[in-house]
């Protein structure tokens, strides 16, 4: 099993910024990519963001291409975000996630984390 714990998440006016980070612990050895989700109120959860620990490759979904970038240390087993130019629609709870190296699908997820962006 893997464990993940997310922080950073709280209150920022538009346009600002914010970083989230996010470890794991367990069988960290199994972890193949991590990456980050969040789910609005009303909406389903959706995939923004990951990174893979083999060659580091990052992809990112449209809504935040260009504004968040994600980085992480392997052999930490850490994965980070930073958040920029934040309009009040990214408001949502942001979830890290984890998926092993036999799997395409994320089965390890954090409690997750309030980001609020006031207009």
């Known amino acids: 099993q893997v464990q993940l714990v997310e922080s950073g998440g709280g209150l920022v006016q538009a346009g600002g910024s914010l970083r989230l980070s996010c470890v794991a612990s367990?069988?960290?050895?199994?972890?193949?990519?991590m990456g980050w989700f969040r789910q609005a109120p009303g909406k389903e959860r959706e995939f923004i963001t990951g990174i893979s620990w083999t060659g580091g490759r990052t992809s990112y979904s449209d809504s935040v291409k260009g504004r968040f970038t994600i980085s992480g240390d392997s052999a930490k087993s850490t994965v980070s975000l930073e958040m920029n130019s934040l309009p009040p629609e990214d408001t949502a709870v942001y979830y890290c996630?984890?998926?092993?190296?036999?799997?395409?699908?994320?089965?390890?997820w954090g409690q997750g984390t309030q980001v609020t962006v006031s207009s």
């Open positions: 996630a984890a998926r092993t190296t036999a799997h395409l699908n994320y089965a390890y």
């Open positions: 367990g069988r960290t050895f199994s972890i193949g990519a």
